[in-house]
């Protein structure tokens, strides 16, 4: 795995000491949305049952699902924390202040936190190069669009979620360069009446091809219902949807849960960035439909096999913003920090980033 920094002092010794023998290590999860949601929490409990079941009786494992990026995020953590949970994964952004205060009173605790960037002795960021999985999606987008307009249902502003927009669209380009995108925020990460009706603006407004960073199959959904496409996020969403589902852009996080609770049990815990990509097995665009045409398949596995073996990044400039200025020169590589940052959208999107 890849580390932005180097490795903070060592913690207390107690956050780094190897459970005792016959002493089970004890783990929570903190979800934002209920785990059936088909996307982000459904693979963030797909992730802790993997765990489960390959460590075995050396850990046990327990999650709280829906809970508001607020202080019960907090209460969730402490209570966590009173009964002996030794490592924490708290799974959304915005959990991002509540993570460094109980950390911080905590320091026997090890806490992981999803998507945010405050790392801490014993706090550690992680996510998935979601991102990755938007542009071999937005491929499939390119191709499969009548309206030459694609649309994507936002969560909440921040840049994570911009980048994901962005590069959806710039995988749509890569296949007709005229191609244009719509947004609309409901700046919630899981609020399904509001994805519907935010997918409907969408596609009252011409466009066919959707994508969505929210955590539910509500697009797609609504796609069936009104006969455009859309893709799932997050988990296999297929299944919500026979006829509008183009791929489902899955995220595993087990490879990364894997690699913390093997650290952990070993006393090597350490804080970081970590950041997986399609390279690490973390993220791929699975189940693309059969009326997709093998040439469009087969530029989705060019770009899928580049960014494997690294000949290939999503963010390679030129790439203008879109009132035409030029953030990216021509041949160059966007770096983690300018990635990190993105807060414009890409020309060819409608209207101004939140803010
Ligand atoms: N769903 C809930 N929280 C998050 C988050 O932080 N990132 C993403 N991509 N989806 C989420």
Do not use: C
């Amino acid at each position: 795995g890849k580390k932005d920094e180097a490795p903070a002092p060592a913690a207390a010794p107690s956050a780094q000491a190897p459970a005792p023998a016959g002493d089970k290590l004890k783990i929570g999860f903190v979800y934002v949305s209920p785990i059936g949601d088909g996307g982000w929490t459904f693979q963030h409990e797909l992730g802790r049952k993997a765990i489960q079941e390959k460590f075995g009786d050396k850990i046990e494992t327990s999650m709280v699902e829906s809970v508001p990026e607020s202080a019960d995020a907090e209460r969730v953590m402490r209570d966590m924390a009173g009964q002996g949970k030794k490592l924490i994964f708290a799974t959304s952004f915005g959990y991002q202040e509540f993570v460094q205060k109980v950390a911080g009173d905590l320091k026997d605790v090890n806490f992981e936190h999803a998507t945010g960037y405050k790392t801490g002795d014993n706090v550690a960021v992680y996510d998935t190069k979601t991102f990755e999985g938007a542009y071999l999606a937005g491929i499939v987008a390119g191709a499969m669009t009548k309206t030459k307009t694609v649309g994507v249902v936002a969560s909440v502003p921040i840049p994570e979620v911009v980048r994901n927009i962005n590069s959806f669209v710039l995988g749509a380009q890569s296949v007709d360069p005229s191609i244009k995108a719509k947004v609309v925020w409901v700046n919630e990460w899981f609020a399904p009446p509001k994805e519907s009706e935010a997918a409907t603006s969408l596609i009252n407004g011409g466009v066919d091809v959707m994508y969505q960073n929210t955590n539910s199959p509500a697009v797609l959904k609504t796609a069936e219902e009104r006969g455009v496409r859309a893709f799932g996020k997050d988990g296999d969403m297929s299944a919500f949807a026979p006829k509008a589902h183009l791929g489902s852009a899955v995220i595993d996080w087990t490879p990364y849960y894997t690699k913390v609770v093997e650290d952990k049990l070993a006393g090597k815990w350490q804080t970081g960035n970590f950041w997986w990509g399609v390279k690490e097995g973390a993220i791929d665009l699975k189940k693309i439909a059969d009326d997709v045409p093998q040439e469009v398949k087969d530029k989705v596995e060019k770009a899928r096999a580049g960014l494997k073996d690294g000949s290939f990044a999503v963010w390679t400039g030129p790439i203008k913003d879109n009132t035409g200025k030029e953030l990216l020169a021509a041949g160059s590589v966007a770096d983690d920090a300018f990635l990190r940052g993105i807060n414009f959208y890409v020309n060819g999107i409608e209207g101004t980033v939140p803010g």
